[in-house]
């Protein structure tokens, strides 16, 4: 049965862990060393997009569509955070935000988002997204009211684990049809 609580974004930590080639896991650790950053803390609007491309048919004289083939699948997102230390725009440039030299590595991840109620601490839902690399970084300073620090970012796929408590199975996937 699929988890059936109610989360909120309290309820939510947002971690990351290496990933990619040894050059970049390395350039992952130096920054992950420097700013201590394997939990992103104060985060906000943490939002993670899966989109497919779907592509319809239509048959000459007809209206309605008579097929529809999936196409690429995009996965993106974003995070906001109330705290600017460097970590995210050096995992954003890699080693071109120290260096002349732009054509650098920059560092691949993984975000672990994690949800879990305080009263049900045995039930959790992680969604993993592997692949991550950032997109965009930036900053607002309002005049009033907390400066935000943004990032967009792109990623090659997604997981879900749910775990609920009293079951031996940690992970739950549909028994899909043989096709």
């Known amino acids: ?12 930590t947002l ?7 040894p050059a970049q896991q390395a350039d992952f650790t130096a920054v992950n060393d420097a700013y201590s950053s394997a939990v992103v803390g104060r985060v906000t609007d ?6 497919t491309e779907l592509e319809e048919f239509y048959e000459i004289g007809a209206r309605d569509v008579s097929t529809i083939s999936p196409g690429n699948v995009h996965i993106s997102g974003g995070i906001g955070r109330a705290y600017i230390n460097g970590s995210l725009l050096f995992l954003l440039l890699g080693r071109g935000a120290l260096e002349k030299d ?8 993984v975000l672990n988002l994690t949800l879990r109620n305080s009263h049900i601490p045995d039930n959790a839902l992680k969604v993993n997204v592997f692949g991550v690399k950032f997109e965009t970084w930036g900053f607002r300073l309002p005049q009033e009211g907390f400066v935000m620090e943004q990032v967009r970012f792109k990623a090659t796929r997604i997981g879900v684990l749910d775990n609920e408590a009293g079951k031996d199975v940690s992970v739950t996937f549909p028994a899909l049809p043989a096709s």
Request: glycine share 12%.
């Open 102 to 109: 732009r054509t650098s590595i920059q560092p691949r991840f």
């Open 1 to 12: 049965m699929a988890l059936d609580k109610v989360y909120v974004g309290a309820h939510g």
């Open 46 to 51: 943490v939002e993670v997009c899966v989109r």
């Open 15 to 21: 971690g990351i862990a290496v990933e990619g080639t």
